[in-house]
Structures are given as structure tokens and as C-alpha cells.
């Protein structure tokens, strides 16, 4: 099973309750051998008009974060959502729409088997490293998980909000180059 198969199943999934009012379902984007998977919440407006993640302002200031360590969507890493249906009035996904959909993100970590995990922002965080996870306090930290590296940062769009955590985050991203150039083969 490659991506772009399980894409197409994926893009007729009503196994729950959001495929009611979605446009696209927005599976992800990246490189089909990425060794560096970024983790959303779920797609926005923009995101479910045309069907790919962060494409709207936030997704414009992580293309910047991601330029600045020599990553790209296109070439050297891979974008997903926990939940790949937009939320009414982008709220939180649920707890049962989360766990429902991450039969979706489990595949696309059977396949890809990344090195390193990314999650942008609390519910990918508490959904993958731990329930409690705080972004403000362990933010940048690495946390070892059967032999893959999570790691969790601030949401972009938090840090549109906050400016002020936006040198923490460069920071983060600083490590994750580091950490990039200690564990991935083929990303640099
Ligand atoms: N916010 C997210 O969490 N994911 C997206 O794809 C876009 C915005
Ligand atoms: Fe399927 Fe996920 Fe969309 Fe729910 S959010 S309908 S589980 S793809």
C-alpha cells in the first residue's frame, strides 16, 4: 500500500460524524519518503476549500518556518492532520472524531515510518506524546516513543495570535534542525 492508494480510500471516509460538512477531505502533502512528519489539529476554511493542509495564513507562516531549516513540502518532509475533515466553526475535533480518524494517520505512519514527529500546536501534542502535554512548558523537547522522536511546538496560528512565542518557536525549529542532521539519512 502506497500514499496516494490510501489517499483514495480516505477520500470517501464517513466513518465519522464530520464527513457531513466537509468540502475536501484533507489527507496531507509531502514527500512519499519524508522522514519528518508535521502534525495539525484539523483543516481550516482554505484548508477545506482546496483540499491540502495549512494553506491558509497559518499554513503561510509554517512554509516560512519550514524554509528557514531547508525543509519543504514538496521535496523533504510530509503535512498531516489528526482529523482530516473540517470542524464546524473550526472547533476542537472531539475526542471520538480524533480517535475514529486516527485509523487514517496510523496508516500514513505504518507507511511512511518517519523519524521524527512534529506536533503543531495542544491537540496533536495530547493526542500523540501524552494528555497532559503542555506546549508552553515543553515545547522543543524530544521525546523518545518506540524508537520514534516526538516532538511538540507551538500551533502557526497561535503564534499569529502571540507573537510574542515566536522566538521560542524559531528556536524549536532550530533544534529540529539539529535533531534532522543526527537521526534522518536522506532529508539534508
Ligand atoms: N490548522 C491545522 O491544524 N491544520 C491545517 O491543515 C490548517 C490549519
Ligand atoms: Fe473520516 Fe476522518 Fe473525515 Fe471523520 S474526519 S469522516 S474519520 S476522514
Not at 542532521?181 to 532529508?187: A, F, I, K, R, S
Request: with cysteine.
Amino acid at each position: 500500500m502506497d500514499l496516494q492508494t490510501l489517499q483514495h480510500q480516505c477520500s470517501g471516509c464517513t466513518r465519522c460524524p464530520l464527513h457531513k460538512g466537509r468540502t475536501h477531505v484533507v489527507f496531507g502533502q509531502g514527500a512519499a519518503h519524508a522522514e519528518v512528519l508535521f502534525v495539525g489539529e484539523g483543516p481550516g476554511q482554505s484548508e477545506d476549500e482546496q483540499g491540502l493542509p495549512f494553506v491558509g495564513r497559518s499554513g503561510q507562516l509554517l512554509d516560512k518556518y519550514l524554509f528557514a531549516i531547508d525543509l519543504d513540502r514538496h521535496t523533504n518532509c510530509y503535512i498531516a492532520n489528526i482529523v482530516k475533515c473540517r470542524p464546524p466553526q473550526n472547533r476542537d475535533p472531539l475526542p471520538e472524531e480524533s480517535e475514529v480518524c486516527m485509523y487514517w494517520l496510523r496508516e500514513q505512519f505504518r507507511i511512511l515510518r518517519p523519524k521524527i514527529v512534529v506536533c503543531l500546536g495542544r491537540v496533536a501534542a495530547q493526542r500523540l506524546i501524552r494528555q497532559d502535554f503542555s506546549v508552553t512548558k515543553e515545547h522543543g523537547i524530544f521525546f523518545d516513543k518506540n524508537g520514534t522522536l516526538f516532538m511538540g511546538t507551538f500551533h502557526p496560528a497561535a503564534l499569529l495570535r502571540q507573537p510574542q512565542h515566536k522566538p521560542n518557536a524559531f528556536a524549536d525549529f532550530a533544534a529540529l534542525r539539529d535533531k534532522i542532521g543526527e537521526v534522518c539519512d536522506h532529508t539534508y
